[in-house]
């Protein structure tokens, strides 16, 4: 399911998202909120839902390929021993406020107006008024599936995260990223205090 949810996502805001690849996420996400609990219990309908809506992500994602939040999560799966949707959904809702936070580094030819109407459009298909609503909706759900945050231990895992990013998949983000901001990114997720102000 959180795999699904960061595809969608990702696939949304990527420099090569299409009229259909927005399509295929903007339902996909639709279907991911709304089905969400009903999943969790392992409903019929909902399992069935939840695997149409991956589905329909996984199309998004062949159109777009990942960006940022996948190219920052695959080391953090194999580091801490944790699912790669698990990893994948931390990086992306970092990602997500930092890029709301850096709108001048947008990359996107489309530019900067056009990148926070993605935001926007993200937001409205997660039942929310707000990108910050659409964040702190996302953050929220983390917190309450009870998802581990690891802890970085020391200065060399995070060069062995730093160094495992892949420069392909950031040319797909719409904001820049260096290695600067990359290194600000991973202490932010892997800060269990900013996951503390998630109050479920």
């Not at 299409?18 to 996400?29: D, L, Q, V, W």
Request: proline content about 2%.
């Amino acid at each position: 399911m959180m795999d699904a949810f960061c595809h969608a996502i990702e696939s949304f805001w990527s420099v090569n998202s299409t009229k259909e690849s927005k399509e295929y996420a903007k339902e996909a996400i639709r279907l991911i909120v709304e089905n969400k609990d009903s999943y969790l219990q392992a409903d019929e309908k909902g399992n069935i839902n939840m695997l149409h809506a991956a589905n329909l992500a996984g199309k998004a994602i062949n159109i777009t390929q990942t960006t940022a939040g996948h190219a920052m999560c695959y080391k953090i799966t194999g580091l801490y021993d944790i699912s790669h949707g698990h990893a994948a959904a931390l990086c992306t809702a970092g990602l997500w406020k930092y890029m709301m936070e850096h709108m001048e580094q947008c990359v996107d030819y489309r530019g900067r107006d056009y990148l926070w109407d993605v935001f926007m459009e993200v937001s409205q298909a997660m039942g929310c008024n707000t990108v910050e609503a659409a964040i702190e909706y996302f953050c929220k759900f983390i917190v309450k599936l009870g998802l581990e945050i690891p802890v970085l231990k020391d200065r060399s895992e995070l060069d062995i995260l730093i160094s495992s990013v892949n420069p392909v998949r950031l040319k797909n983000n719409p904001v820049k990223l260096e290695e600067k901001d990359i290194k600000e990114l991973y202490l932010r997720i892997l800060d269990k205090n900013e996951w503390r102000k998630q109050k479920v």
